[in-house]
């Protein structure tokens, strides 16, 4: 059983920051990404920012600048850093975990793990 455990979420003000942590447990096999999408009210889930197992990130543009990913592969843990937040920012933040795993014959299977979500609330 896999448990993505989220924390750090809460209320900040305009310009304010806040710092997401996400920690897996149980067996993910091989993580291939992390990463964290949100979804506001009446509105479809979208990426935020997401990391590879080489280190690459992907930013939301609107993020640019402001936000940061950061991960520890061994500690099954991963970040967000989000700096210089706004009321558009305001959001249920979920974190995301895709991995791999090689059967003893070679075949691959991909797994897709997601946690509750935190709500980040930015005030004006």
């Known amino acids: 059983q896999v448990h993505l455990a989220e924390s750090g979420g809460g209320l900040a003000q305009f310009g304010g920051s806040l710092r997401l942590s996400c920690v897996a447990s149980?067996?993910?096999?091989?993580?291939?990404?992390m990463g964290w999408f949100r979804q506001a009210p009446g509105k479809q889930r979208e990426l935020v920012a997401s990391?590879?197992?080489?280190?690459?990130?992907t930013y939301l543009d609107s993020v640019k600048g402001r936000f940061a990913i950061d991960r520890d592969i061994p500690r099954k843990t991963v970040w967000l850093q989000m700096n210089r937040l706004r009321p558009e920012d305001t959001a249920v933040y979920y974190c995301?975990?895709?991995?791999?795993?090689?059967?003893?014959?070679?075949?691959?299977?991909?797994?897709?793990?997601w946690g509750q979500g935190t709500q980040v609330t930015v005030s004006s």
């Open positions: 995301n975990v895709e991995s791999e795993r090689v059967s003893d014959i070679g075949e691959s299977y991909e797994y897709d793990w």
């Open positions: 149980g067996s993910v096999f091989t993580i291939t990404s």
């Open positions: 990391i590879d197992s080489n280190g690459h990130t």
